[in-house]
């Protein structure tokens, strides 16, 4: 019987937030919103859906490989030179490269019990070991991970903000952390949700790139920019490691509509700073409503909420279905009875906290 490689079998294949569609047709609901992937619920910046229109009559050419122009718009932006960056077929794409690249059978890879499931899966998928290190208060303790590196360290994920749980890690932390991980070791830190974050001790991770370090930021499209549909993420790491990169990367690996719709929603900073704003009130919105509900909540850095509900996540996220609202249970997280909530437009917040309270009163 033919079988997968052994660090295969051992993978769950990747549970998505149900698409509105799916459930349309599964229930016959007409009205229903989706707050279970953290996509922008403002939709794509115009500019960007200018810019789509405009691509379409060129689909017929591959893109440019080597998103010649989208890079020297971020590095402009980011104010570094174009050879710091890598792009990907969406982030994730970008956190298979480093697997791909840098670990091989036998190595370990280091993250956090709880943090973004991606990490575990190209770990398995590069038949590595994995060294989940356990959270405090729901948070990466970077300086247990740091305790966790051994000879055969290859690579270390770190989700700031982490999804699903929202928290971050500081500046303080970080630098402490990075004093004592070793040259050979490579540190990821995935930032998707860097464009929300508005605390003072976050940390600003470009300088270890630039210092030479070891190190890799990945950022997203999908999250603030509202193009998760096309799959654009990128990298920001030293020129050596980004060439490295280079070569495991699939060729044509991000569209020619991705990236002409990447290069304007970079430009619309009025669609960016809105969507910030109204991230920050909705996230008001949906604590106070929790308080007065008696439920506890994580309190979170990004563009959702986990929501510790006392009972099964899985149960009350079906209930929800049922009200047309779709959250995402986190059980295969490790938190059973929570669930992620992506934080919406006033009138989903409130359809959303009405429905929570239908379900949470039967
Ligand atoms: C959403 C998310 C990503 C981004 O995924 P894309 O592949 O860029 O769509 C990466 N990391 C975390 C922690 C996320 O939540």
Do not use: W
């Amino acid at each position: 019987m033919l079988k997968p490689k052994p660090s295969i079998d051992t993978i769950q294949p990747y549970q998505g937030g149900k698409p509105i569609e799916e459930v349309r047709r599964e229930l016959g609901i007409t009205d229903i919103i989706k707050l279970a992937s953290n996509e922008n619920p403002l939709g794509p910046s115009p500019l960007a859906m200018e810019a789509i229109s405009e691509s379409v009559t060129q689909v017929h050419l591959y893109p440019d490989g080597n998103a010649y122009y989208l890079k020297e718009d971020l590095a402009a932006s980011l104010g570094i030179s174009a050879e710091h960056l890598i792009l990907g077929n969406g982030s994730n794409d970008v956190l298979q490269l480093v697997a791909e690249a840098y670990v091989a059978p036998g190595d370990e890879v280091i993250y956090a019990a709880g943090a973004f499931v991606v990490y575990s899966l190209v770990t398995k998928l590069c038949s590595a070991t994995a060294v989940v290190v356990p959270m405090v208060e729901h948070t990466h303790d970077l300086s247990a991970m740091a305790s966790a590196i051994t000879d055969k360290t290859k690579v270390i994920f770190v989700a700031n903000p982490n999804n699903p749980t929202g928290t971050m890690v500081t500046a303080d932390e970080t630098a402490a952390f990075m004093e004592r991980v070793p040259d050979d070791v490579l540190v990821v830190f995935d930032e998707a949700y860097y464009e929300y974050v508005d605390r003072s001790d976050y940390p600003q991770t470009l300088p270890y790139v630039l210092e030479g370090r070891n190190f890799i930021i990945t950022r997203t499209f999908s999250k603030i920019y509202g193009l998760a549909g096309l799959r654009i993420g990128y990298g920001i790491a030293s020129p050596p490691l980004v060439e490295t990169l280079n070569r495991v990367r699939q060729p044509f690996n991000c569209s020619l509509v991705g990236q002409a719709a990447a290069q304007a929603a970079l430009k619309d900073t009025a669609h960016v700073t809105k969507s910030r704003e109204q991230n920050a009130s909705g996230k008001a919105f949906l604590y106070d409503a929790f308080d007065n509900m008696g439920l506890r909540y994580v309190e979170s850095e990004g563009n959702f909420i986990m929501l510790h509900l006392g009972q099964s996540g899985t149960d009350v996220a079906d209930a929800l279905l049922k009200e047309g609202v779709i959250v995402r249970p986190i059980g295969g997280y490790g938190y059973p009875n929570a669930v992620r909530v992506t934080i919406g437009t006033q009138p989903e917040n409130e359809k959303f906290i009405k429905a929570l309270g239908v379900v949470s009163r039967r």
